[in-house]
């Protein structure tokens, strides 16, 4: 086990570059399964959740080798569909293999993911959309057994816009036999760049990005050409709150300011000043933080994976600042652990109350899921005059590639250590 220690007190100054997105990294990495031969992936970001993955696709036949910064995945011998229950548990993004799968090999037996830190997080608007496209299923012992001859296109709307429901019946839409159309799909940034990498091998998808996504099934695709994953969001704007809760400078290298528009906006309310350059955004904070209130939503609205570290920012802005959550249910778990560092919030239901401190003490503090575990960092990074210990970082690795030297190489006091 490993913790993080920061001293907090320094503004953050200087360049940081983003890594390739988590988010558009999962779907696109099991989109391989969709034609045979081999994938070469650039910007994939080293991280836990990209490393299950690959070890759930392994036990597959799927082969992986990684050279000068490119992933080449070799889907040409696919002899397996089970995800065991022992990785699935770890990243319940397992959950994208079923489509890929089913359009590849007609099955799939992949564990049912559990509950979550920060909701019950079911899929069955994912499951409801496969049997419209003709899948049979069955839950046996936890697991899913999905069973298909060939997938046929069908109109799915989607209750909520869900974003690995939309990547799954869009990988499962490509291969159908017909059109599909999904309504009320998400529009994330992530969806875009799998949807690029769909037609680079051949797919034929209009709409995504919106809300109508018409997908025109083909039978074979072919492996793309070399595809360069996005830049993540959720990490450059994580970056981009830490400028502004140490009051520093930061240049955030390779993000596109068009996915962070609703972050944009906010940290301008808040004070800071945040320019727009040719290859990312500079952020400059600025004194005082001013208090602002935030809902989130899907995209482009502001980012559930974003709130746990916007609100790190608020608890040492002046005034009081509602923070409401309306994506998932549970979202406010980092409230204790802020709260031992000498925040005050109150939490009424699935909103916020965060009443800006002049600063925030040092204190040992427990990460609990990925998005938390950011905030708690963030949150050390101003706490003065003594160590702030995050505990159970596993889930910070889970999707950010080494964010503590980052932090460090832009002048913070801040290193892992093992306990
Ligand atoms: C994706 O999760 C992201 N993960 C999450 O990022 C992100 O928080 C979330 O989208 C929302 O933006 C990946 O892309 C791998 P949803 P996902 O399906 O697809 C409900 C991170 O920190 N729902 O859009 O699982 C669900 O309970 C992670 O990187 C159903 O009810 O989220 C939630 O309330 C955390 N039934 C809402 O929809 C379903 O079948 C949105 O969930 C599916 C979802």
Same mark, same amino acid.
């Given at each position: 086990?490993?913790?993080?220690?920061?001293?907090?007190?320094?503004?953050?100054?200087?360049?940081?570059?983003?890594?390739?997105?988590?988010?558009?990294?999962?779907?696109?990495?099991?989109?391989?399964?969709?034609?045979?031969?081999?994938?070469?992936?650039?910007?994939?970001?080293?991280?836990?959740?990209?490393?299950?993955?690959?070890?759930?696709?392994?036990?597959?036949?799927?082969?992986?080798?990684?050279?000068?910064?490119?992933?080449?995945?070799?889907?040409?011998?696919?002899?397996?569909?089970?995800?065991?229950?022992?990785?699935?548990?770890?990243?319940?993004?397992?959950?994208?293999?079923?489509?890929?799968?089913?359009?590849?090999?007609?099955?799939?037996?992949?564990?049912?993911?559990?509950?979550? $830190?920060?909701?019950?997080?079911? &899929?069955?608007?994912?499951?409801?959309? !496969?049997? +419209? #496209? @003709?899948?049979?299923?069955?839950? /046996?012992?936890?697991?899913?057994?999905?069973?298909?001859?060939?997938?046929?296109?069908?109109?799915?709307?989607?209750?909520?816009?869900?974003?690995?429901?939309?990547?799954?019946?869009?990988?499962?839409?490509?291969?159908?036999?017909?059109?599909?159309?999904?309504?009320? $799909?998400?529009?994330?940034?992530? &969806?875009?760049?799998?949807?690029?990498? !769909?037609? +680079? #091998? @051949?797919?034929?998808?209009?709409? /995504?990005?919106?809300?109508?996504?018409?997908?025109?099934?083909?039978?074979?695709?072919?492996?793309?050409?070399?595809?360069?994953?996005?830049?993540?969001?959720?990490?450059?704007?994580?970056?981009?709150?830490?400028?502004?809760?140490?009051?520093?400078?930061?240049?955030?290298?390779?993000?596109?300011?068009?996915?962070?528009?609703?972050?944009?906006?906010?940290?301008?309310?808040?004070?800071?000043?945040?320019?727009?350059?040719?290859?990312?955004?500079?952020?400059?904070?600025?004194?005082?933080?001013?208090?602002?209130?935030?809902?989130?939503?899907?995209?482009?609205?502001?980012?559930?994976?974003?709130?746990?570290?916007?609100?790190?920012?608020?608890?040492?802005?002046?005034?009081?600042?509602?923070?409401?959550?309306?994506?998932?249910?549970?979202?406010?778990?980092?409230?204790?652990?802020?709260?031992?560092?000498?925040?005050?919030?109150?939490?009424?239901?699935?909103?916020?109350?965060?009443?800006?401190?002049?600063?925030?003490?040092?204190?040992?503090?427990?990460?609990?899921?990925?998005?938390?575990?950011?905030?708690?960092?963030?949150?050390?990074?101003?706490?003065?005059?003594?160590?702030?210990?995050?505990?159970?970082?596993?889930?910070?690795?889970?999707?950010?590639?080494?964010?503590?030297?980052?932090?460090?190489?832009?002048?913070?006091?801040?290193?892992?250590?093992?306990?």
């Amino acid at each position: 086990m490993e913790k993080i220690v920061i001293e907090g007190g320094a503004p953050l100054k200087g360049a940081v570059r983003v890594s390739g997105a988590k988010n558009a990294a999962l779907p696109v990495i099991a989109a391989c399964f969709l034609a045979q031969g081999t994938h070469r992936l650039k910007n994939v970001p080293h991280l836990k959740d990209v490393q299950t993955i690959k070890t759930i696709m392994s036990g597959m036949g799927v082969g992986f080798s990684e050279e000068n910064g490119v992933l080449s995945v070799d889907t040409a011998e696919v002899s397996g569909y089970f995800a065991p229950y022992g990785l699935v548990k770890t990243m319940r993004a397992s959950i994208l293999l079923l489509g890929p799968l089913l359009a590849r090999l007609g099955r799939a037996k992949i564990s049912l993911p559990g509950g979550c $830190a920060i909701g019950a997080r079911p &899929i069955n608007l994912h499951l409801r959309a !496969l049997a +419209a #496209m @003709g899948v049979d299923m069955f839950l /046996d012992r936890g697991y899913i057994n999905a069973t298909v001859d060939r997938l046929k296109g069908a109109k799915i709307f989607f209750d909520i816009p869900t974003v690995t429901g939309t990547e799954n019946i869009l990988m499962a839409a490509v291969r159908a036999e017909g059109t599909t159309i999904l309504e009320n $799909a998400a529009k994330e940034p992530e &969806i875009v760049d799998l949807a690029d990498f !769909l037609r +680079a #091998m @051949g797919a034929h998808i209009e709409g /995504d990005g919106t809300d109508t996504i018409v997908v025109e099934g083909v039978k074979e695709l072919s492996p793309a050409p070399e595809h360069s994953i996005i830049p993540d969001r959720i990490e450059a704007g994580t970056l981009m709150i830490a400028a502004a809760i140490t009051k520093g400078s930061v240049s955030i290298e390779g993000c596109r300011p068009e996915h962070l528009a609703a972050v944009i906006e906010k940290l301008h309310s808040a004070g800071a000043t945040v320019r727009e350059m040719q290859n990312g955004l500079v952020v400059q904070g600025q004194d005082p933080i001013i208090s602002v209130d935030i809902e989130t939503m899907p995209f482009p609205g502001f980012p559930t994976d974003l709130q746990a570290q916007f609100m790190a920012l608020m608890c040492i802005a002046k005034g009081s600042s509602v923070i409401r959550e309306t994506v998932f249910e549970n979202r406010f778990i980092h409230v204790s652990e802020l709260r031992r560092m000498g925040a005050e919030i109150r939490i009424r239901g699935n909103q916020a109350l965060v009443v800006g401190k002049e600063r925030l003490l040092p204190a040992p503090v427990m990460a609990t899921d990925l998005r938390a575990s950011a905030s708690l960092v963030l949150a050390g990074l101003v706490a003065e005059g003594g160590r702030t210990e995050v505990n159970r970082i596993y889930h910070l690795d889970r999707g950010y590639e080494a964010l503590e030297k980052k932090f460090q190489a832009l002048g913070a006091s801040i290193w892992r250590e093992k306990i």
